[in-house]
């Protein structure tokens, strides 16, 4: 492929290149590029703006590049305070284990995991082994301003909040990282910008060609607010169903459906077009932009034939307001007394809140009752038909109490 | 020795003394304290100043305390940034060792280096067996506000300066040294005052009672300017000859023989006040005060002989304008062309600007001439006598050219 069409094809989901000489002049040179994917071992729950980096990762796989998927356990001991207003709390080392292991497996979802293209690392393994005196040396290689020139740091001394001195030095092991593993290029978010800079620093002040840094376009959350974030639930996770991405693509507002075809598809640029002019003219031509906008990320994850199954239930679900074709049946051997309990018995990982909250939302019917309150009794019948939420549906088989 | 007893005697050179209460009470409990006496290793030249604090902890190694000489061998190769507007050069690990060997030769002037009551520490030993993690941990301890609230910081940053991150940080490193060698003291000058507090907090934190600090009281140089520095050479080294310790305090202004009598001897406090009486009516009463004043200091690093010596050759020199009685001769096999080269002979450690400078000032004799011009041919006596600066006398013994 000419280093131009790849360029193009990465600028559909690019915001910002930095050294893009570079990155040609390297493209160009035939070698495959190391790309550095840096995460943090924090619990990861990757969603669709996450995935716009891994497909753009996943389309220089496929022509040979390799990703280094960087864990960075030790800097996960450290904290990473970007976008956080207020310091974190330090995970143990099982904690990071075990989320690095999660990691892997999300990333698996869009990432190509044979060797050829795919290299796991772990900074503890230069950071485990580095004397203190070279690494105040790095130290010496940045000045206190440059660091405090983050937005984030910014906007908390603004704020009058207190930045740890761990926090602050943080940026300076994520960018000696990219010297570490020979990093060429990197895809990230505009809120890594920073960090991935002073990467292009060390490498050059260490002697080294500076990486490539590619921020990508930044997408809004499911309500149409500018941020995705975990506490808003307004995002479409990786591991979400089938359903659940289907239907929260149905729910998005009509603006943001050329936006999302655009970025979250690899729909031809016309049909991008066509989507976008139908949803901006709304009602039924609305739906029907969403529908093929759903049918293509569910494909995207989940293959054709996934995608033509949602679409169906998706039909029946709402055009009919009967429950879908394919429930699931749960077997409880204890009849549970409170419409609570037997919704704990269908969450097992929910919180009591979060179900007390869907009872008062009216998202919660029994054999088609809507529920009000989460100490109603549970009806005796042997099979229950239970709706948790806009798309959850379950058939409850009870043993009957003596 | 009563507590009380202890404190007042060193309150005569104090000027802050934080956690007093602590520090009374870890006398009166009578264990030997651990007095921490961190120094970096950069190329020592102690003077009367530095001395203060080692007089002070000399007072409590003969009450059997122990002094632990820490050398920051780590935090050298940082670079202390304490006083420098700029960023310091780091030294070679073969420089360090050659500055701490003539360190401990310089304290060992004024303190006790018996086992019993001397510990000599490096502070590599910690730190090179501390993995990055830890390191970072203790970052996290402290804020980026907390340490860019040092005076020098804000001073530099007011100016335009650049801080480099392993300046920041090294008040951490300082601060923790307290709690890795359980300093139970510290005597120190005002501008270490605040690292030395953050060794207060990293004790605490990490579950220790803090040590506490005594800031010594400062003395103007001998060209009556605040500070003392070896770019202005405004000082009394502990190593100067008694000739030149004597001499240098015969030319300090007169409003300062009260304050070097209280500080740098230990005369009782009413001759003191008798001295600095002398001192302000001037005239013979000032000279014979500093007379007093500088065989009081020359007695206490050289015995009361040197003093008498010293005292004897003054009078000699500056009385009878004579040249001293102890001139050294100093051989030379080729006899040197220029009145530069002669005196490039006679120091061999010096710069030629500095000499030039010397004979622009008026400062060089030859045969009771005084010399003007660097370039003055060397009388071609088989004996010079030469004076070099106000108390420098050398018989030259020049082997005559055929």
Redesign the interface.
Known sequence: MLVNDVIDRLRRTTDTIIGEADLRERLAAGQPLRIKYGVDCTAPDLHLGHAVNLWMMRQLQDLGHQVVFLLGD?TT???DPTGRSE?RP?LTPAEISANAAAFLEQVALVLRTDPAVFEVRRN?EW??A????E???L???????Q??SRDM?RAR?EAGR????????YP?LQGYDSFAIRSDLTIVGSDQLFNEQLGRHFQQRLGMPPQAVITSTITPGIDGRAKQSKSLNNYIALTDTPRDKFGKLMSIPDQLVGAYAHVYTELPLDTVSALTAAATSGGLHARDAKLQLAAAVVTRYHGANAARAERTAFHQTFSTRQPPPDIPTVTLPTPPSTVLDLLLALHPTATRSHLRRLIHQGAVTVNNQKIHNPTTPTPADDILLVRSGPRTWHHVHQAVSS
């Open positions: 030790l001991q450290v904290g310091t330090v503890s950071y485990d580095m004397p203190v005196a690494l105040l040396g130290f010496g290689q940045v000045t206190q301003a660091l405090m740091f001394v207190e930045i740890a001195v761990h926090e602050l030095v300076v």
